[in-house]
């Protein structure tokens, strides 16, 4: 069976991709207290071969010594995965803010760990930001470590989790890099989108609908511990009541902030979800509908954990921990299971031609000086 850790796991997202794809996982390393308990509960727990959890800050940690801990014979790594935080990259930082943000620097932290466990092939995510100008030194850096390394990068691509099935709107970027020594002549990246918009349906009779997120809305399990939502004051209780149905506005409540009274900008906040379309973004912020357009398309609060989870394509048997908000940052935090399996079984058979062998940056610099 194939091997792979998951930096940055938080509550296992792509963890949960790539045992569906039919990878075992080794590692995973997060130290958010409540998403380490949610991976536990949910990766580790009855698994015949869990990985092991490192619940501590990654910076804290030396890569060597967490490989021979995590592969105590010397096992091969096949793929790396990981979603540095991504904060400081983030679209919604304006005029240069962001910039010297220290989490930015996590990207190279993440090369360290390439470095050291040297994958065949390594995904990281983040967000459509991290290709902004303002951020060029980070990347350029980055793509400097990997030919250094001897790994071939394909340039970053922004994918949108709805055409690949997801009921949501979710634009990130997905930078994959290989060992040069792989024959990749017939490997194409990024895979072909399998759905599309009427426009995009009708030019290849391939592509499918995007899914609308109608389904997400559906009862939740008896008993469901994430099956909960805010509790609202009366008043924005009564605005929800106020606004149409199956995607109204804010604006639409006739409730008046002292905010809008200069500009109307946010206009989707507090506005409700559109069940015939794919969802908004599911954000960390997510479950409170002053951030976004969060708000049940029939009910008079915010939408569930449960919700949510669904807009992400997890299982309704995978429950998250620490309560609504702690539940909520995990949710908006991760990889769409259905988008991450996609993407990981695409590039299965490059991993299926790995070669044997363990070679890490230093023994390549080592092999060049001989």
């Known amino acids: 069976m194939l091997n792979c850790i998951d930096l940055f796991s938080g509550a296992g997202g792509f963890s949960l991709s790539a045992g569906l794809a039919g990878l075992r996982v080794r590692l995973a390393i997060?130290?958010?207290q409540h998403a380490v308990k949610t991976f536990r509960r949910?990766?580790?727990?009855?698994?015949?071969?869990?990985p092991l959890v490192i619940d501590k800050d990654i910076l804290s940690l030396s890569p060597a010594e967490v490989y021979a801990d995590s592969f105590p014979n010397g096992e091969k790594c096949d793929l790396l995965l990981g979603g540095p935080p991504c904060q400081g990259f983030s679209t919604h930082r304006i005029n240069g803010a962001g910039v010297d943000d220290a989490r930015n620097k996590l990207i190279h932290t993440y090369f360290d760990f390439v470095r050291t466990f040297a994958p065949t092939a390594f995904l990281m995510e983040n967000v459509p930001g991290m290709l902004w100008p303002r951020h060029r030194d980070y990347l350029e850096r980055f793509f400097s470590?990997?030919?250094?390394?001897r790994y071939k990068l394909f340039d970053p691509?922004?994918?949108?989790a709805r055409d690949f099935g997801v009921p949501q709107r979710r634009k990130r970027v997905f930078i994959l890099g290989v060992k040069a020594t792989l024959d990749i002549a017939d490997f194409g990246w990024p895979p072909k989108a399998t759905h599309g918009d009427k426009t995009a349906c009708e030019k290849d009779p391939q592509l499918l609908p995007w899914v609308h997120c109608s389904s997400v809305f559906d009862p939740a399990?008896?008993?469901d511990m994430n099956d909960i939502h805010m509790r609202h004051s009366e008043e924005l209780v009564d605005a929800f009541k106020r606004t149409p149905l199956n995607g109204g506005s804010r604006k639409d409540s006739g409730r008046l902030l002292p905010c809008h009274a200069d500009h109307d900008g946010h206009r989707d906040v507090y506005g409700r979800i559109d069940p015939f379309l794919p969802g908004p973004t599911m954000t960390t912020a997510c479950v409170n509908p002053s951030k976004g357009r969060f708000v049940h398309p029939t009910r008079p609060h915010g939408i569930t954990v449960r919700q949510a989870a669904r807009m992400q394509t997890f299982p309704d048997s995978f429950l998250f921990e620490g309560g609504l908000m702690a539940a909520g940052q995990q949710v908006g935090n991760a990889v769409p299971i259905v988008l991450g399996q996609a993407l990981i079984e695409h590039i299965l058979p490059l991993l299926e031609r790995r070669d044997h062998t363990r070679a890490s940056a230093v023994e390549w610099k080592e092999r060049e000086t001989a």
Do not use: Q, W
């Open 157 to 160: 691509i922004v994918l949108d």
């Open 145 to 149: 470590e990997a030919t250094e390394a």
């Open 221 to 223: 399990p008896v008993g």
């Open 30 to 32: 997060e130290n958010n």
């Open 42 to 50: 949910n990766i580790c727990s009855g698994a015949p071969h869990p």
